[in-house]
């Protein structure tokens, strides 16, 4: 667990945010009475609301980030993005570096291959590519939106696509578009890729449990997932719970109904 940040001037976090474990810290942070924001980075159209004050959108990158810690007086940044959100998380490390800021990173363990896993790991979305068969397959793409236009190299496939928002303009290819916003249960997962008679899996090791289930769901049907390693990140301090987060700010998880 680590250590309590010390105290000595008026707390006010940051959280960068967008996950399902920032919002769980969200709510504990709210319980806990933490004068703290939530920053959204601007994909999601209509994100989750918080119980916190919330901003939404880029800081113009690290000069940026560092330029709003001091301005509006942030003691603590709590990078709770997702583990593929590399370029936030390393300006977060720049920023909170010049700042002289404590940073903490809430990270969830990637997922661990056990018997039944049929995965081939890739290091990124060329790779990923490069990966699929020859012959046509039914593709499930869940790599997010702004990574899918290489896959257009291999054409011969029938891909399936999951996003939060309706697309706004057309898809760099022909795709079954299913729009909805997680977590996805298990039976829910098994059920999509039975009906959408889905071969092929392509993800990235997010880890945790709140994407899991299209990763079991594809074991128990015995499907190949193609699985993207993270991104290489600076040296952090992290964990990889939420009562790992409240001890660090010196307070109780405040976890409870």
Request: charged content about 25%; aromatic content about 6%; glycine content about 8%.
């Amino acid at each position: 667990m680590p250590m309590m940040v010390n105290q000595g001037l008026a707390m006010r976090a940051l959280i960068l945010g967008g996950t399902r474990d920032a919002n769980l810290l969200a709510d504990a942070i709210a319980r806990a009475e933490i004068d703290a924001v939530y920053s959204y980075g601007g994909r999601t159209r209509a994100p989750a609301d918080q119980p916190l004050p919330t901003r939404i959108g880029g800081f113009g990158g690290p000069d940026g980030l560092a330029n709003y810690i001091r301005a509006t007086g942030i003691t603590h940044v709590v990078d709770a993005t997702h583990p593929f959100a590399a370029e936030m998380s390393r300006n977060a490390v720049v920023a909170c570096t010049e700042t002289k800021t404590p940073l903490l990173a809430l990270e969830r363990a990637p997922w661990v291959r056990t018997s039944g896993d049929k995965w081939i790991d890739v290091a990124d979305i060329d790779a990923a590519v490069a990966a699929l068969p020859e012959a046509k397959a039914r593709v499930f793409l869940a790599v997010g939106r702004q990574h899918i236009a290489p896959f257009g190299k291999r054409p011969q496939h029938a891909y399936t696509l999951r996003f939060v928002d309706p697309p706004e303009g057309p898809l760099p290819f022909e795709a079954d578009v299913i729009v909805s916003r997680g977590p996805f249960t298990y039976e829910a997962e098994l059920e999509m890729m039975r009906r959408r008679g889905i071969a092929w899996i392509v993800a990235r090791n997010s880890g945790g449990d709140g994407a899991r289930a299209k990763i079991d769901a594809a074991r128990t049907l015995g499907l190949p997932v193609i699985l993207l390693s993270r991104p290489k990140l600076p040296e952090r301090l992290r964990v990889e719970r939420v009562d790992e987060v409240m001890h660090w700010l010196g307070h109780r998880a405040c976890l409870g109904a």
